[in-house]
């Protein structure tokens, strides 16, 4: 049998779905770190990004900090991790790991979006005597969330693929269907995997997709 007919009755075998090791469960343990760690890096990123991007000051620099820890591998990072304290602790290595690597994509845009709101608008709403905070929540961020929109899509994608790693610390996931299948030498097993982490990327692509076209017509677009 080829691989990929090897492949397609691993993946219509119907046992490989169901269970604790089965493709469902793995993937809702996939998903839930997924969101969990979008969630955290957003609440880290967003409100550094926005507030920068709002004073105009200090702004490049974070963002370059931020790109630099792009340049390091998520998998080091995690095993860096794992060797102190808080690798006694089976998922917070992971959750560590994947937050820096998902916090440069939203701090990136968020700022950059902040920075590119018209400058006219944002002075014509300070004529009108709105506060700081109000410009940021009413004229600024609405402005900006295209950008803001396009890092969180940007991370959720890398966050689904970086997230297979929390199979080689323990973790759940569909990773482990793949490490499984490198433990049992099963070539189909292990693309069977692939595939389906490929596939939950390019679902997360398009729900984030369908977020930015549902969005009110001023987060579609810049200003006319």
């Known amino acids: 049998m080829s691989t990929p007919a090897a492949v397609w009755a691993w993946l219509t075998t119907a046992a490989n779905w169901s269970g604790e090791n089965g493709v469902w469960h793995r993937l809702a343990q996939h998903a839930a770190l997924t969101f969990a760690c979008l969630v955290l890096s957003a609440l880290i990123a967003l409100p550094i990004a926005l507030t920068l991007g709002h004073l105009g000051r200090g702004g490049a620099l974070a963002v370059n900090l931020a790109n630099v820890g792009r340049a390091v591998p998520t998998f080091a990072v995690l095993v860096l991790l794992l060797l102190t304290p808080i690798g006694r602790h089976e998922e917070w290595p992971t959750i560590i790991a994947l937050v820096l690597f998902a916090v440069p994509p939203l701090l990136t845009n968020a700022y950059v979006g902040m920075r590119e709101v018209d400058q006219d608008v944002v002075r014509a709403a300070r004529g009108m ?6 410009l940021v929540w ?5 402005l900006a969330l295209p950008l803001v929109l396009t890092g969180v899509r940007i991370a959720a994608v ?14 759940g996931g569909l990773g482990r269907i793949i490490t499984a299948g490198f433990n049992l030498a ?9 595939v389906v982490v ?8 398009a729900l984030f997709e369908l977020v930015q076209r549902l969005a009110p017509a001023r987060a579609r677009g810049r200003q006319r």
């Open 138 to 142: 009413r004229v600024e961020a609405p």
């Open 129 to 134: 005597g709105m506060t700081g905070v109000q």
């Open 186 to 194: 099963s070539t189909p097993q292990v693309v069977a995997g692939a």
């Open 198 to 205: 490929a596939v939950f990327a390019l679902l997360m692509e």
């Open 158 to 171: 890398q966050l689904v693929a970086t997230a297979t790693l929390a199979a080689l610390v323990g973790g």
